[in-house]
């Protein structure tokens, strides 16, 4: 079983869980990176709440799990606990790849215990080839096979780090950039430039239409946090992930001068949202929805996956590729 960590209180506990009958939230961080991401927000939020970490395998606390560049795998190895925890509740709260996991994990759930989703710069809906921005794409691809300092700046580059109030944050609050610029560079470290390779490949090849479909048809109450200075992942993309589900029940919030990860630098924002979502939810029972009629696609919108897919799969050769030959 995947390990865990669990906040309480501001505590630490690992791989043991028991229940105390506040709300249960699950947070599954993004590309490359641990529960070290959540910074102050995970202990925050563990005063009101109780927090479930994970960690993607290869590094943290799961660092000796098996590899997987698989966004269903991933999703079906964080049921697999939650199954054994037996909550009868839990939000899940993802950030870029975890937001992806988040939206498969919800078809995996039973609807009586999923109560909502917090989605933190997602990508776009359906087979996810323009998750990336062209330059963010690039810029992380060409820094994959640069040295570790080199690849460090580029990465501090497309995640950001401008406040709310548009100051740097190395400047406003020192010593929090230190700590989130140290976390960084460990989680890269950790992971490794052929890990975080097919860490992106499963986020650009997940093709997410089944399970927005379902978030759609049983209205699964959904945050949509987009941050407007995404470098990595152009805001435009995220909001397709909101005309795609259409329900009353999905509302998007967007953050002024906030970077791909705006966990350090809107942490206060964040920790509101998060938890006027979680309270303005019924806790006690799932109110019966009819669920919105299925359509099926259209054509053209066949022929569009066919060649989506098709050119994530030339990428995908072409730079698999090239990271093999830099190995040799």
Not at 204 to 217: F, K
Request: hydrophobic residues 45%; contains cysteine.
């Amino acid at each position: 079983m995947l390990p865990f960590l669990v906040l309480r209180n501001g505590q630490e506990i690992h791989n043991r869980f028991e229940p105390t009958g506040r709300e249960l939230l699950v947070l599954l961080p993004g590309l490359a990176r641990t529960h070290r991401a959540w910074l102050d927000l995970g202990l925050a939020l563990s005063q009101r709440f109780d927090i479930l970490c994970f960690d993607w395998p290869g590094a943290g606390i799961a660092e000796n799990e098996k590899i997987s560049w698989q966004v269903p795998v991933l999703a079906e190895r964080i049921r697999e606990v939650l199954w054994a925890l037996k909550h009868p509740s839990v939000f899940l709260v993802g950030h870029s790849l975890g937001a992806l996991v988040a939206i498969e994990l919800s078809q995996r759930l039973p609807r009586e215990v999923l109560r909502g989703l917090v989605l933190l710069a997602p990508g776009h809906a359906g087979t996810g080839l323009a998750r990336l921005s062209r330059d963010g794409f690039l810029r992380l691809a060409k820094a994959l096979g640069a040295k570790p300092d080199k690849r460090l700046q580029t990465v501090l580059y497309l995640l950001g780090s401008k406040t709310a109030s548009g100051q740097n944050l190395a400047e406003t609050e020192p010593l929090l950039y230190q700590r989130w610029r140290a976390n960084l560079e460990q989680d890269l470290k950790a992971y490794g430039a052929r890990n975080i390779l097919g860490q992106i490949m499963a986020y650009l090849g997940y093709t997410s239409r089944r399970a927005l479909r379902h978030i759609q048809q049983y209205q699964v109450p959904v945050r949509l946090l987009i941050p407007l200075e995404d470098h990595l992942n152009a805001p435009q993309h995220a909001r397709r992930l909101e005309a795609a589900l259409r329900h009353p029940q999905v509302s998007v919030i967007e953050l002024l001068r906030a970077g791909h990860d705006m966990l350090p630098t809107h942490a206060a924002q964040i920790e509101d949202i998060i938890t006027q979502f979680v309270l303005n939810q019924d806790h006690f029972r799932v109110l019966p929805i009819q669920p919105l009629p299925r359509t099926k696609p259209s054509l053209q919108v066949i022929r569009q996956r066919v060649s989506t897919g098709m050119g994530l799969v030339a990428v995908g050769f072409l730079l698999l590729g090239w990271l093999f030959r830099r190995r040799r």
